[in-house]
Nanobody, 124 residues
């Protein structure tokens, strides 16, 4: 099982930017899909962005298209989420997740491994 540790969360004003990172360990990730999910208070955890480790194919939730960019660094075994033009509704705990398959997975129940989460707060 792959271990995941997120970092980079914080407090930012609306319109600002943050970059989240997810450090991975324990597995070779070439057959993995990596994803970012988020959970706001009182809401269910939802998909944000995903990337195939092999090939780098990406996919996004409609709510973040054009504002967020997911990427991976093969040398450092990290996955990042660059978040621009942040809105108050982006406030949530953001989780890194992994699934051992190259699929366009957007469902939380289909992910195999999870990080502990990092808080992102966007003030208006």
């Amino acid at each position: 099982q792959v271990q995941l540790v997120e970092s980079g969360g914080g407090l930012v004003q609306a319109g600002g930017s943050l970059r989240l990172s997810c450090a991975t360990s324990g597995r070779t990730l070439s057959s993995y899909t990596m994803g970012w999910f988020r959970q706001a208070p009182g809401k269910e955890r939802e998909f944000v962005a995903g990337i195939w480790w092999s090939g780098g194919s990406t996919f996004y939730a409609d709510s973040v298209k054009g504002r967020f960019t997911i990427s991976r660094d093969n040398a450092k075994n990290t996955v990042s989420l660059q978040m621009n033009s942040l809105k108050p509704e982006d406030t949530a705990v953001y989780y890194c997740a992994a699934r051992r398959a190259l699929v366009r997975v957007t469902t939380t129940s289909l992910m195999d491994s999870w990080g502990q989460g990092t808080q992102v707060t966007v003030s208006s």
